[in-house]
Structures are given as C-alpha cells and as structure tokens.
C-alpha cells in the first residue's frame, strides 16, 4: 500500500459499501452524516491518508487566525459490512488523494458500491420537504436504486475553463476503476449553510437505512429537526417585533 496510507487496524470485512463524506460542505452534512454513522455502528477508525501533499502547510490550515488540522480516516462497521470515510476536502492533488482512497476501497476492501454525500446551497425554506438529488456512475447502479425516490435525472456540465465539484471528480474516477458509485446531493436552505441541518442528514440516512439495512430509529433526528424549527420561529418571532418596534419609534420621533 502506498506510503501516504497509514493503516492503524485490519478489520474484518466482506464486500462493503462504503460512504464518503466531507467536513466543509453546506449545514455540515457530510460530517453529521458519517458521525451519525460511526456512532451509531459503532465503527472504528482504521486507516488515515497523511496530509502532506493535499493540504496547505503541510497539513495545517488558518482560518480566521485558528489552526485547523485537516482529517482523513477511515471507519469500519463490521457488523453492517460498511466503511465510512471522512476528509477535510483535499486543496492539491485531487486526483492522487481520491485515488487513495479508491486504493484502500478496492484493493483492501474490496468495496462493491461507494456514496458521496454532498449538499448544495438553496433558496427553499426549511420547512420545505429536502428533495434528493442523485448522480450515479453506472447504468446498472441507476436502475438497481429506480425504486428509490431520487431525483435521477441531473443534468450538469462544469463551465468552460471550471473547475468539477470534488464529488463529480470522485464519481469519475471511480467509474474508471469499475466501482458503482453514487452522489447524493441534497440542498440546503442559505440561511442554513454555516448551521446544522437535521431534516437534510435525515433524509440521506433515511435512504442509507434503508438501501443498506442499517434499522435505524432516527426518532432522535425528528426531535432534532423540531427543535430547529421551533428555534428558527422563535427568532422570526422576534426579529418581527424588533422591527414593529423600529417603525413605530420611527413613525414616533417623525410625528414629534
């Protein structure tokens, strides 16, 4: 295995799915997704890419004059047969740091199907029902998942001179390596995007459950989700009477 994988533990496994998701994306889907995941099955980390070569200062990244250590590791379930992967969003080296990590799903593995997990920014409300939208990187696999609702039909193509999303460059070359794989893009309401988002990390798990029999409850995600809301009424509630408050004492001082 190449000298930028670091393995901590063999686990045993099969032929597993495996689920990938990124720290930095819209309502921090990814990183909810794949926490609720591990968690949830118990996994254990396993394997980790080095970070040198992938992100800034050899590895480090200052936001807002905060250090940030970038992560990439591996988990397995044992138990449901799945590996869940988590990464900063690579800086350099996109091609060689998604080959890695289709090096640890194929060679070590041996996965049979791999998920991205993405979002994208939305002008919707959240209190609209988060609709699926779905990319796949095989005939086979997009008929086999027909009977799911998902949006199947997404037409895009990168601007002249752009720059593909990370999860279209993974789904690429995971079709070059004869890997079925799929993106699930799911939008996040604007207002949401630096938040969480519990109905959006819901419904990919909802699908997730129920494509790889993982029995999940998410009555705690339903509770999440609701508190959200009350939480986003109550401000509403109160920037509105703020505001009342500002036209009237407007209206006041102009009259006097």
Not at 123 to 152: C, I, N, V, W
Request: proline share 6%.
């Amino acid at each position: 295995m190449n000298e930028k994988v670091h393995f901590l533990t063999r686990p045993e496994l099969h032929t597993p799915t495996m689920v990938v998701g990124w720290t930095m994306d819209a309502g921090r889907l990814g990183r909810r997704v794949t926490d609720y995941l591990v968690r949830k099955l118990g996994g254990q980390a396993f394997c980790e890419i080095e970070p040198a070569d992938f992100f800034p200062l050899n590895g480090v990244a200052i936001v807002n004059d905060i250090v940030f250590f970038p992560e990439s590791r591996f988990y397995a379930c044992p138990e449901k047969d799945l590996v869940v992967f988590l990464s900063t969003p690579p800086s350099y080296e996109w091609y060689q740091f998604l080959s890695l990590i289709l090096d640890v799903a194929q060679d070590y593995c041996h996965v049979r199907e791999i998920y991205t997990v993405g979002s994208m920014i939305a002008m919707g409300a959240h209190t609209a029902r988060r609709q699926f939208f779905s990319t796949m990187g095989s005939p086979e696999l997009k008929m086999e998942l027909s009977r799911y609702d998902l949006t199947r039909e997404t037409d895009f193509e990168t601007p002249p001179g752009g720059r593909p999303t990370l999860n279209s460059f993974f789904l690429w070359v995971a079709k070059r390596r004869g890997i079925p794989s799929a993106n699930l893009w799911i939008p996040i309401p604007f207002y949401l995007v630096s938040a969480d988002d519990p109905e959006a990390y819901r419904g990919v798990l909802d699908f997730l459950s129920d494509r790889l029999n993982l029995g999940f409850d998410l009555a705690d995600l339903d509770e999440q989700a609701g508190l959200q809301n009350e939480r986003i009424m109550k401000g509403l509630t109160t920037y509105g009477q703020h505001s009342r408050k500002l036209i009237v004492s407007s209206v006041s001082w102009s009259v006097a």
